[in-house]
């Protein structure tokens, strides 16, 4: 733990330098695989006397080691507020990140989650939203951030809960697979988000997107935790110009967005150093 006199900028780099060195605290447990071993069967070997060697091949595999910062990223974080966010971000815990897409989705998505009328698509809001956040789409998204409802397409799939993966005739189960009779290849998405709603979904394309923006570093850091797929998530509405061509979100409304993350997650606050 760096000494709280340490400026935010070197303690973010020092933060990130132990992610990589011990990529298994911050990874998604069903991406900690080494192809062709899956991460059941590594998990025994990561508490042993060869665990430093096992989480330095899972760092070069997620390709963590070519993160080294550099001088680019220690400039930015030492002279920009939202690259330190963005890095801060990216290597947030887990439960953290999971109250910002909830809140993120319930400001960009509020004119779908108003519309919800059926039961079913209440639950599931209740279920997966959360009702903190839906207090933040009914009461504050319209007026405080308005503009990140251009990604809401109004399309009713949002609120379908993903269809169950079906098993083709002939393939390995997943409990083979698990059990080693095939090798095992690092899935495009942790199950976590596959497993989600598309309104949640597609907020965590946003997120990365937004993230990937503004640093390509943490960007990356992102991509390694949760899969190569976040790129793919981000819904095409709202994009306009050579964003849209790019698949990114411009700076200003990358802007709305951390704002929007900062009064809603405690630990991002601009109040906390």
Known sequence: MTPPGVPKSVRLQCSLAAAIADPASLVAPDLQGLPPWGPDRLGPFRDGPQGRFLASALATDLGLHDLSGGDTLAVGLRTREDVRLALQISIAPAADLRTGVRQLAAATFRKTIGNAVRKADRLMLSEFIGEEA????????????????????????????????????????????????????????????????????????????????????????????????????????????????????????????????????????????
């Open 134 to 273: 839906l207090l933040t789409a009914t009461r504050q998204a319209e007026t405080f951030w308005p503009s990140l409802s251009v990604f809401d397409t109004l399309d009713p799939a949002l609120l379908e809960r993903p269809a169950e993966p079906a098993q083709p005739d002939g393939e390995p189960s997943a409990r083979d697979a698990r059990a080693g009779s095939t090798p095992w290849s690092r899935p495009v998405l942790s199950g976590e988000i596959a497993a989600l709603p598309a309104i949640l979904r597609q907020t965590w394309g946003i997120l990365h997107a937004c993230v990937d923006a503004t640093d390509k570093t943490s960007g990356a850091m992102l991509r390694a935790r949760f899969g190569a797929g976040l790129a793919d998530l981000l819904p095409a509405g709202g994009l306009r110009g050579p964003a849209a061509a790019a698949r990114s979100i411009p700076a200003p409304q990358c802007a709305v967005i951390f704002n929007l993350l900062q009064r809603k997650v405690p630990a991002w606050s601009t109040s906390i150093d």
